[in-house]
């Protein structure tokens, strides 16, 4: 007759004892992937700081050799941001500010015959002030 103290004769005790050990064994495991993991990452990290430095600099003496151009921030719909990303992506662009910056000279010279209508009425606005300052200047005493 057997009891809960007594080992069973088949080895199931044996066989207790690996499934009790084996979770710990694959904890270690984990843990030394992980650790080669973490050491992996550390060690490429200078790297990883030299090109993002690289990169910074790169985009800084862009911007000051950029005599001709103006940074400006503009506000564009979702979908305008989809297709100037959609450019980059094909390779046509190298960033959305390059493609958003073609698109809006393309659209200033489609629009061409607004801009002229809008310089003479700059210009017949500008006549009327100076016109207006000539009278308030007649009248000061």
Request: aromatic share 4%; glycine share 8%; hydrophobic share 40%.
């Amino acid at each position: 007759m057997s009891t809960s103290f007594q080992s069973e004769p088949n080895g199931s005790e044996a066989s207790e004892e690996l499934l009790v050990h084996e979770p710990e064994a694959e904890h270690e495991g984990d843990r030394s992937t992980m650790g080669a993991s973490v050491r992996d990452m550390a060690a490429r990290l200078p790297e990883q700081l030299s090109a993002i430095g690289r990169d910074i600099s790169r985009t800084i003496e862009r911007a000051i050799s950029a005599k001709d151009d103006y940074m400006l921030a503009v506000k564009v719909s979702q979908d305008a941001q989809t297709k100037l990303g959609q450019l980059v992506q094909a390779g046509v662009f190298g960033t959305r500010a390059e493609a958003a910056a073609f698109l809006i000279d393309e659209g200033i010279k489609t629009q061409s015959a607004l801009f002229e209508r809008v310089e003479q009425k700059l210009g017949e606005i500008e006549r009327l002030r100076a016109e207006l300052r000539g009278m308030v200047g007649e009248n000061k005493p």
